[in-house]
Nanobody, 120 residues
Framework: QVHLVESGGGLVQAGGSLSLSCAASGRTFEWYSMGWFRQSPEKDREFVARISRGGGMASYADSVKGRFTISRDNAKNTVYLQMNSLKPEDTAIYYC?????????????WGQGTQVTVSS
């Protein structure tokens, strides 16, 4: 059974930084691309960033490009999201997930997520 556990969220002022982690178990981690998503009360869950199986390729939503960096450590079955220059509109619950072979669709049940709150 796949298990995704996100951590690292918190309350930060605008312009600040946070680093999120997601520990995955139940799959052969290095076989899959991984993604970060977020959901706020005002919006449906949206894509934030994805990273390829080996970590050599990454892509981002336009809203976070240049501010967020996704990375992974296959030895630790963990994917990370470094978030800099945070804005109030980044406030959301952040989730990770395994991605299908198109690199677009999440494969597994969502974890509990981690709350990020950015104050103005």
């Amino acid at each position: 059974q796949v298990h995704l556990v996100e951590s690292g969220g918190g309350l930060v002022q605008a312009g600040g930084s946070l680093s999120l982690s997601c520990a995955a178990s139940g799959r052969t981690f290095e076989w899959y691309s991984m993604g970060w998503f977020r959901q706020s009360p005002e919006k449906d869950r949206e894509f934030v960033a994805r990273i390829s199986r080996g970590g050599g390729m990454a892509s981002y939503a336009d809203s976070v490009k240049g501010r967020f960096t996704i990375s992974r450590d296959n030895a630790k079955n963990t994917v990370y999201l470094q978030m800099n220059s945070l804005k109030p509109e980044d406030t959301a619950i952040y989730y990770c997930n395994t991605l299908d072979n198109t690199g677009n669709a999440p494969l597994d049940p969502w974890g509990q997520g981690t709350q990020v709150t950015v104050s103005s």
